[in-house]
C-alpha cells in the first residue's frame, strides 16, 4: 500500500507560480512512476504530467513549457512547480502512483492516489 499526500494549492493570481508537493509512504517510493491529474468542475480528470521511476517525464500539451514536474526519491517526494498559470488551470489536482521501473511512463492505469489539492487561479 502507498499513501500519498499532497500539498502547496491554494489561490492566486493569473500569471503567479505555485509549487504542489506530494509525499508518499508505504513502499519503495524509487520504484513507483508517479502523475500529476487534475479535474476541474464539470470535466473529466486528465494526467497533466508524469515522471517514471527513472526520471523521464511526460506533460500534456496545454501546461508544456510552464509546469515542471521533479522527483526527490530521498524525500520520497515528487513536485509540481507551475508557473504563468492561468484560470483554465483551475482545478482539483491529485498524485498518483504506478509501480514500474524504468523508463516507462504510465498514462493511465495508476494504483494509488491523493486526496487532492485545489489550485484556483482568479483572472
Known amino acids: 500500500q502507498v499513501r500519498l499526500v499532497e500539498s502547496g494549492g491554494g489561490l492566486v493570481q493569473a500569471g503567479g507560480s505555485l509549487r504542489l508537493s506530494c509525499a508518499a509512504s508505504?513502499?519503495?517510493?524509487?520504484?513507483?512512476?508517479m502523475g500529476w491529474y487534475r479535474q476541474a468542475p464539470g470535466k473529466e480528470r486528465e494526467l497533466v504530467a508524469a515522471?517514471?521511476?527513472?526520471?523521464?517525464?511526460y506533460y500534456t500539451d496545454s501546461v508544456k513549457g510552464r509546469f515542471t514536474i521533479s522527483r526527490d526519491n530521498a524525500k520520497n517526494t515528487v513536485y509540481l512547480q507551475m508557473n504563468s498559470l492561468k484560470a483554465e488551470d483551475t482545478a482539483v489536482y491529485y498524485c498518483?502512483?504506478?509501480?514500474?521501473?524504468?523508463?516507462?511512463?504510465?498514462?493511465?492505469?495508476?494504483?494509488?492516489w491523493g486526496q487532492g489539492t485545489q489550485v484556483t487561479v482568479s483572472s
Open positions: 498518483s502512483a504506478k509501480r514500474v521501473m524504468g523508463p516507462i511512463i504510465p498514462m493511465s492505469g495508476y494504483d494509488y
Open positions: 508505504g513502499r519503495p517510493f524509487s520504484n513507483y512512476a
Open positions: 515522471i517514471s521511476s527513472g526520471g523521464s517525464t
